[in-house]
Structure formats: structure tokens, C-alpha cells
């Protein structure tokens, strides 16, 4: 067969997610191929905030939506914006979006995410080493910010859990916000201080580093789309835009696309993308540094420093096609906002970066082996936390691949959850 290759195994998808596991699996010994069309601005993990928290367990879809919906409906909630007919075409991650909409699944989300979080930041820290790329992680902390009492009171109950889970926290009052980020120029009421939190500058150079770090431990790229998943007896056929892969294992990590690749064998799962920008600015020469990222909820958007007194801006979520063409409104307004948080100068990208998250309605990724073909591993649906849970996610499905007890819990995370309607 012309441009036929074998392997043990082949990770579909190059961005964090797939990088990662594809470097575990070449540590387990295992003969690994990478499949990616190696397109950088392409991956998600290329243009996000680059947040590593520990206290970053909360689903989007939380008790606080029923009385927010009208809001988010008449699209007036600045970090949310939607197209109405999207929702419709998404109805199964809908209907388990507004099922999930409850205290006791937030809760239970929550605990089953905080083993993957809290193994976040140090399994960043063992690839920064083996990449080379110390300089880009730093333990930092984040801040939430919120410009009045009640949008802090409307923050309680995500407080009182992330103490139950003894997540550290400092909660500091208006007067000391400037003192502690002393780059803000806008007045807070109040903020929260998580400094467990890591962030990385450059998530894209990150990503770069581990595809050279893969390539030193042996392992090897397909620079090319999958087209085509076809299972036989003795395990898959990969097919490629240059040929076939031929393994016992697969491994779907593909970010937003996964879904659409597992719909190919059958899989229909509740799925969707929330989309989100960044646009790059200059801090003012005379402004103080901004040391940590900071998300400011009543904009809406997180702004990152990412090093050399660039701030990326990054707007909230957009539901709508993966394909569809971009709609600036969104990151414009948190532009706009952001001018009046930091002193900001002029945009220094010509358009802003438009990126795809891989969401799942209950905010937890799917992770676990496909419950109707042997030898297909599931490592998706990562929403807002795949570029810190990446790296245990690899290693997560190094486990499964290898058949160990994996590193941490992952019954939470099995695809069969989302492969049935919600009960409502
Ligand atoms: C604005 C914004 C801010 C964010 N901030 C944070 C943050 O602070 N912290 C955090 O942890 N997360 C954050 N995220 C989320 C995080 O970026 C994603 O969860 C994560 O990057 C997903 O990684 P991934 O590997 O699953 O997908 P990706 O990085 O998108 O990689 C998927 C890869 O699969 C490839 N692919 C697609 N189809 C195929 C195919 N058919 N064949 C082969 N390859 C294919 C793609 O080209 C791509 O290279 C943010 C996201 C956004 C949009």
C-alpha cells in the first residue's frame, strides 16, 4: 500500500491535549505517529489565556443561569454571546447545558474536576523542564476582579466550595486592589486572589517546545488532516491527506473537531464549541507592570501579560459554528473595557486570533476508551481548562493505553454520559 505506515498507536490532534499524550505514550515505550495538519494558529492551545488553576472546577453552566437567562438571551451579558439559531443546532449539548444547571451538579462536577486541576500546575512544571520552556511558567496567582458588592456576593457560593475543597484564597477589600496590581487603573470593589494559580506567557511557545521535545524522544508527525477512522481486526486504519497509519490503538484528542470525527463511527455526542478572541496591545510605558492575568467579571474577559509588556485581551464565549466567519463585537467591547483597566496603548495584531473551545454541556471532558470499538481512546472536550489539564490528561491516557489504574479518578469523565439525552 503506497505511503502506509505502522505504529503501536496514533494521537489525532497536535494541540496540548494530543501533544501531551503523545509525548506520555512515547514514555511508556510505546511506538507513537502524531497526526495534525501542524497548522499553530490552528489549535486552541496556541491563543489562550495560558491560566493554570487549581481552583478552576466550576462547569459554565451553573446554578446562577435560570435567573441570567433572559440576560444572556437579548445577548446582554458581555461574556456571553450567542446566535439563537446555533442553539437549536446544538439541542442535545443544550438540553444537557440547561440540565446541568443545578447546585448539586456544579458541586459534583466541581469534585470530579479538582483531582485533574490540582495535578495541573505540576505536571507543567516536569514538561516546562523536559521542553525547556521554564521561563514561560510562572507561579504567578490570578485575580478576579468585580467593580461592586453584589457581583462579589453573586460569586458566594463558587467561594464557599472552593473552600470546602481547601483551595487557598485571599479575598482583598477596594482600597487594596491598586496595591496589590498596581498597573489597574480602574476602581474595584473587590477582588479575590487565587495564588496557587500558574500562567504561562506564551501558551503557542509551549506548544512548539513539546512538538521538539516529542521529536527528540523518537516520535513521529504525519503533518496532515485525518479523513478517515477505520476499524478491523487487528485495530485501525488512519487515514491521512498523504496515506495510512495502521496501529492497535487510536488515540481522538482533536479539540473542537473531535466530535464531528467520533460522529463518523457513530458517536453522536452532546457537544459544541464556544469560541473566543484575543488581541495583543501594549502596556503604556510609564504603566507599572501587570504580573498575574487577571479576569475583570464585569467585563467579561480575562487580560494576560504576556511578557515584554504585552497584554493579551480575551474575550468571553461565543456560541455559535466553528466555521462561521468571526465576529469582532465581542473582543472589541473587552478591548474597549480593557482601556479602562490598564493603560493601554494602540492593537498591536492586525485581527484579532479566533479560537474554538471544545466544550462539553457539563463542563467536564470526555476521557475514557470508546464504549463501542476496541481500541479508540477519547481525550477531548476540555472547555476552558485544556491547556492547564492537558498535561495530566496525556498522562491519563498513557494509563488507559497501557492498561494502569489511571493517575487520577476518571469515572466522571466516561463518554457515555454524552451520548444520551439529559433528563431534564
Ligand atoms: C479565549 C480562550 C482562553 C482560554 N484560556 C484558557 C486558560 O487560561 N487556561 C486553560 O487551561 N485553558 C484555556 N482555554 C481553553 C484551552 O485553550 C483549550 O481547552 C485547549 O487548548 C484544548 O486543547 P486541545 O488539544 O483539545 O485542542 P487544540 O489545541 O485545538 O488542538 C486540536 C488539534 O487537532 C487538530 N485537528 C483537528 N481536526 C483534525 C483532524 N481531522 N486530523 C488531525 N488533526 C486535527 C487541530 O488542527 C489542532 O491542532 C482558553 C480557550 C480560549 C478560546
Redesign the pocket.
Known amino acids: 500500500m503506497p505511503n502506509a505506515q505502522v505504529a503501536d498507536i496514533v494521537v489525532?490532534?497536535?494541540?496540548?491535549?494530543?501533544l501531551a499524550s503523545a509525548i506520555a505514550l512515547k514514555d511508556r515505550g510505546l511506538d507513537v505517529v502524531l497526526?495534525?495538519?501542524g497548522?499553530s494558529r490552528?489549535?486552541?492551545?496556541?491563543?489562550?489565556?495560558?491560566?493554570?488553576s487549581r481552583g478552576?472546577i466550576f462547569p459554565m453552566s451553573s446554578p446562577g443561569l435560570w435567573p441570567k437567562l433572559p440576560t444572556y438571551l437579548r445577548n446582554a451579558d458581555r461574556g456571553l454571546r450567542l446566535r439563537h439559531a446555533h442553539l437549536a443546532r446544538v439541542l442535545p449539548w443544550t438540553l444537557h447545558f440547561l440540565a446541568a444547571a443545578r447546585t448539586s451538579a456544579w458541586r459534583r462536577a466541581a469534585k470530579s474536576l479538582l483531582p485533574l486541576t490540582s495535578a495541573a500546575y505540576g505536571e507543567h512544571e516536569q514538561l516546562a523542564a523536559r521542553a525547556g520552556t521554564k521561563g514561560l511558567l510562572h507561579r504567578t496567582g490570578w485575580i478576579k476582579l468585580y467593580r461592586d458588592e453584589a457581583a462579589f456576593a453573586g460569586a458566594n457560593l463558587e467561594r464557599a466550595i472552593l473552600a470546602e475543597h481547601g483551595i487557598a484564597m485571599e479575598i482583598i477589600d477596594g482600597a487594596d486592589v491598586q496595591a496589590l496590581e498596581p498597573a489597574l487603573i480602574r476602581r474595584y470593589a473587590r477582588a479575590v486572589l487565587l495564588p496557587e494559580t500558574g500562567s504561562l506567557q506564551d501558551p503557542g511557545a509551549l506548544i512548539e517546545a513539546c512538538e521538539g521535545l516529542y521529536s527528540a524522544l523518537g516520535g513521529r508527525f504525519v503533518q496532515a488532516?485525518?479523513t478517515r477512522l477505520v476499524p478491523d481486526h487487528e485495530g485501525w486504519t488512519v487515514h491521512h491527506a498523504g496515506g495510512q497509519v495502521h496501529a492497535r490503538q487510536v488515540v481522538l484528542?482533536?479539540?473542537?473537531?473531535s466530535a464531528e470525527?467520533a460522529k463518523t463511527l457513530g458517536y453522536r455526542f452532546a457537544f459544541a464549541v464556544e469560541?473566543?478572541?484575543?488581541r495583543h496591545y501594549a502596556l503604556h510605558p510609564n504603566s507599572p507592570p501587570l504580573t498575574r492575568p487577571i479576569l475583570d467579571t464585569g467585563a467579561g474577559s480575562?487580560l494576560a501579560p504576556m511578557g515584554e509588556g504585552r497584554i493579551r485581551v480575551?474575550?468571553g464565549v461565543e456560541l455559535n459554528a466553528r466555521h462561521a466567519p468571526p465576529d469582532h463585537l465581542q473582543i472589541e467591547a473587552a478591548a474597549q473595557e480593557a482601556a479602562g483597566t490598564l493603560r493601554l496603548g494602540g492593537p498591536l495584531d492586525n485581527q484579532p486570533w479566533l479560537?474554538?473551545?471544545?466544550s462539553t454541556p457539563d463542563g467536564m471532558p470526555v476521557i475514557g476508551r470508546a464504549p463501542r470499538h476496541q481500541g479508540l481512546i477519547f481525550a477531548?472536550g476540555?472547555?476552558?481548562?485544556?491547556?492547564?489539564?492537558?498535561p495530566i490528561t496525556g498522562r491519563i491516557v498513557a494509563d488507559i493505553a497501557t492498561d494502569r489504574p489511571p493517575s487520577v479518578p476518571i469515572a466522571a469523565f466516561a463518554p457515555d454520559r454524552l451520548l444520551s439525552w439529559p433528563r431534564l
Open positions: 489525532i490532534g497536535g494541540g496540548m491535549v494530543g497526526c495534525d495538519p497548522e490552528a489549535r486552541t492551545s496556541f491563543g489562550n489565556a495560558g491560566v493554570i478552576s488532516v485525518t484528542a482533536a479539540g473542537a473537531a470525527i469560541r473566543g478572541y484575543h480575562i480575551l474575550s479560537g474554538s473551545r471544545p477531548f476540555h472547555g476552558h481548562i485544556g491547556m492547564s489539564t492537558g
